[in-house]
T-cell receptor, first 116, second 111 residues
Framework: GAVVSQHPSWVICKSGTSVKIECRSL??????MFWYRQFPKQSLMLMAT?????????EQGVEKDKFLINHASLTLSTLTVTSAHPEDSSFYIC????????????FGPGTRLTVL | QKEVEQDPGPLSVPEGAIVSLNCTYS??????FMWYRQYSRKGPELLMY????GNKEDGRFTAQVDKSSKYISLFIRDSQPSDSATYLC???????????FGQGTELSVKP
């Protein structure tokens, strides 16, 4: 149990276009979903936290107008990178939190974004 | 100073060796401690978690937390080539809080 999927697994786009990444919890309802970014050989950096039906909470330095997060249901969250630029190229990973107690997070397989 | 520090390695060991991976943290408010394994171009997979100080064992893996010295360890016994991956430690201040990750240690187990 506790499977999280992401789609697409990789995407290449032209500079200036927008890209949407989906994150789904397949076999549980996620109270909270998280979006991370990871550059090569670096750790995961939290971008934002989202709860179903409410606005996402962004980490300091993350542009909320550039990285739009929608948490439409307890099993789906989307990240849209608007007007993407080459410096946005990275590995984007979502995770879904389960339960009210210990906040166990299950990670998706990640999405590799390359902006040309 | 980073809240969670981890030696990035790389660490290379022969098959069958005991592997010791370590992290230190600076925030005494951290209560939950996790170890994740991440294969190349994949998302992290939760291996172990512990609450407060103590040891936890699961098969070949043992997680250890020493809150007095703010030290987190993961031991892998009888290491296998399939254990080759990046291992990330992470800490959590409280329920509902955000995970703070270490940089990750790249481990290579040679046949």
């Amino acid at each position: 149990g506790a499977v999280v999927s992401q789609h697409p697994s990789w995407v290449i786009c032209k500079s200036g276009t927008s890209v949407k990444i989906e994150c789904r919890s397949l076999d549980f309802q996620a109270t909270t979903m998280f979006w991370y970014r990871q550059f090569p050989k670096q750790s995961l950096m939290l971008m934002a936290t989202s709860n179903e039906g409410s606005k996402a909470t962004y980490e300091q330095g993350v542009e909320k107008d550039k990285f739009l997060i929608n948490h439409a249901s307890l099993t789906l969250s989307t990240l849209t990178v608007t007007s993407a630029h080459p410096e946005d190229s990275s590995f984007y990973i979502c995770s879904a939190g389960r339960g009210q107690g210990y906040n166990e997070q299950f990670f998706g397989p990640g999405t590799r974004l390359t902006v040309l | 100073q980073k809240e969670v520090e981890q030696d990035p390695g790389p660490l290379s060991v022969p098959e069958g060796a005991i592997v010791s991976l370590n992290c230190t943290y600076s925030n005494s408010a951290f209560q939950y401690f996790m170890w994740y394994r991440q294969y190349s171009r994949k998302g992290p997979e939760l291996l172990m978690y512990t609450y407060s100080s103590g040891n936890k064992e699961d098969g070949r893996f043992t997680a250890q937390v020493d809150k007095s010295s703010k030290y987190i360890s993961l031991f892998i016994r009888d290491s296998q080539p399939s254990d080759s991956a990046t291992y990330l430690c992470a800490s959590l201040r409280n329920q509902g809080g955000k995970l703070i990750f270490g940089q990750g240690t790249e481990l290579s187990v040679k046949p």
